[in-house]
């Protein structure tokens, strides 16, 4: 019988999965600057705080919020390094590359994430972890065959949308085992989760206005804030606390594998709900099926 942890790793990844097809078409829709990232932050935001007290309520650790010491640094630092800076690559990635092929490079943030996880919290390498990751790696490979085999893409290795896709995922593995660091110390799901997307928000309007790009971005969306950005932020926060809630139950390194399923949601749900923005390819769809594989893999772990 699948585990409450896996299941919830997997509505996570369901989560997600629609963020970045909202995200996608909320692109198309108003040409965001900053490829989506302040509304979708604020937005997640704005929602996270109306469940906190719900979530803390039903906490029964003592003094889990508000965090202190190391608990509340290694939230802060999932926060920073995952959520503001892995989405600032990741949303641009999906910007250039569409949100199938963004959600596939998004795959190798568990390799980062194995690794951490294995080296400093000691969780456990089986071979259903490194089956799955075998096939995340597989599905890059497609992808990179697939833009060989395309002249029109572009093939710049510091420019393009697939090297800007893997530093994301880079950045969100890190993320992840900061996030079941963070949990280690009893902290409660919801309290870790706003804390993560809290202090994200706060690092994206900081950057922004240290750029000199805030007032425009303001000026921007004030007159066009397509709809589909805003879901793409409620199904982000879904996302986010289905994913730390899934870190407290079981290993982190198996909770991000698991949520490299999230191509195949991703390609599931854009061709049904835009067919015109993502089109399948031999190499898309084969990638997804890989990932999905993968992930059938870890699901039947012990």
């Not at 590359?97 to 963004?102: E, F, N």
């Not at 922004?208 to 971005?217: D, I, N, S, V």
């Not at 990932?291 to 772990?301: C, E, N, P, R, W």
């Given at each position: 019988m699948t585990s409450p942890g896996l299941l919830t790793a997997i509505a996570s990844a369901v989560a997600y999965a629609m963020s970045y097809v909202c995200l996608r078409k909320g692109q198309a829709d108003s040409s965001p600057p900053d490829s989506g990232l302040l509304p979708v932050l604020v937005t997640s935001l704005l929602f996270?705080?109306?469940?906190?007290?719900?979530?803390?309520?039903?906490?029964r650790a003592p003094l889990s919020f508000p965090m202190r010491g190391r608990t509340l640094g290694?939230?802060?630092?999932?926060?920073?390094?995952?959520?503001f800076l892995g989405r600032r690559l990741l949303y641009l990635a999906v910007h250039r590359?569409?949100?199938?092929?963004?959600a596939v490079l998004k795959g190798l943030s568990p390799v980062a994430?194995?690794?951490l996880a294995y080296a400093f919290l000691g969780d456990p390498v089986s071979w259903h972890v490194t089956a799955s990751l075998a096939g995340v790696l597989g599905a890059i490979v497609l992808l990179a065959l697939e833009n060989r085999a395309r002249p029109t893409r572009d093939r710049a290795l510091f420019s393009s949308g697939a090297f800007v896709g893997i530093s994301a995922a880079c950045l969100q593995g890190v993320g992840h085992v900061f996030r079941r660091i963070a949990l280690s110390s009893g902290a409660s799901p919801m309290g870790s989760a706003f804390i993560d997307v809290a202090v994200a928000t706060l690092a994206c309007i900081a950057s922004?206005?240290?750029?000199?790009?805030?007032?425009?971005?303001l000026r921007h969306y004030r007159t066009h804030l397509s709809p589909w950005l805003l879901?793409?932020?409620?199904?982000?926060?879904a996302g986010v606390l289905l994913f730390f809630v899934s870190a407290s139950l079981?290993?982190?390194?198996?909770?991000?594998t698991l949520a490299a399923s999230e191509p195949v949601f991703v390609a599931l749900l854009s061709w049904l709900l835009v067919p015109h923005l993502e089109r399948p390819s031999l190499y898309s769809a084969s990638a997804a099926c890989?990932?999905?594989?993968?992930?059938?893999?870890?699901?039947?772990?012990?």
């Open positions: 996270l705080m109306t469940f906190v007290p719900i979530g803390l309520a039903s906490h290694f939230a802060c630092l999932s926060g920073v390094i995952g959520t590359l569409g949100a199938v092929r963004g994430t194995v690794i922004f206005a240290l750029e000199g790009k805030l007032g425009p971005l879901a793409a932020g409620a199904s982000s926060a079981i290993p982190v390194s198996t909770v991000a890989l990932v999905g594989f993968a992930t059938v893999i870890l699901s039947h772990a012990p």
